[in-house]
């Protein structure tokens, strides 16, 4: 996948909602992944996700590439929302666990 602006992204509301939305997938997988079970679109940690990929817009520096930044976005979002609720979960806090 060739690299976008995420710099336009930034700025127009309507090409986020569209960016968001093509990459629903990937952050879903990416959530799943983290929190080693099957979600879907109705699961906290998928919101949790999608603000943290939503967020990773916001923060990317455009060095590198964008969907691994997204993705430790995503987990370390998906990590603080396990502490902050206590909840027990599979997932591993080890880096070497890492998707």
Same mark, same amino acid.
């Not at 699961?43 to 916001?58: G, K, M, P, Q, T």
């Given at each position: 996948?060739?690299?976008?602006?995420?710099?336009?992204?930034?700025?127009?509301?309507?090409?986020?909602? !569209?960016?968001?939305?093509?990459?629903?997938?990937?952050?879903?997988?990416?959530? !799943?992944?983290?929190?080693?079970?099957?979600?879907?679109? !109705?699961?906290?940690?998928?919101?949790?996700?999608?603000?943290?990929?939503?967020?990773?817009?916001? %923060?990317?520096?455009?060095?590198?590439?964008?969907?691994?930044?997204?993705? %430790?976005?995503?987990?370390? %979002?998906?990590?603080?929302?396990?502490?902050?609720?206590?909840?027990?979960?599979?997932?591993?806090?080890?880096?070497?666990?890492?998707?």
């Amino acid at each position: 996948m060739p690299e976008v602006d995420l710099e336009e992204i930034k700025k127009n509301d309507t090409l986020r909602g !569209s960016f968001l939305e093509e990459h629903r997938l990937f952050v879903l997988k990416t959530a !799943s992944s983290v929190c080693k079970k099957h979600l879907d679109f !109705s699961f906290d940690e998928y919101s949790v996700a999608l603000s943290a990929f939503n967020e990773a817009i916001d %923060r990317y520096d455009q060095r590198g590439n964008f969907l691994p930044f997204a993705a %430790r976005v995503i987990r370390t %979002r998906l990590i603080d929302f396990f502490r902050a609720n206590g909840k027990e979960n599979t997932l591993s806090l080890d880096e070497d666990d890492e998707t």
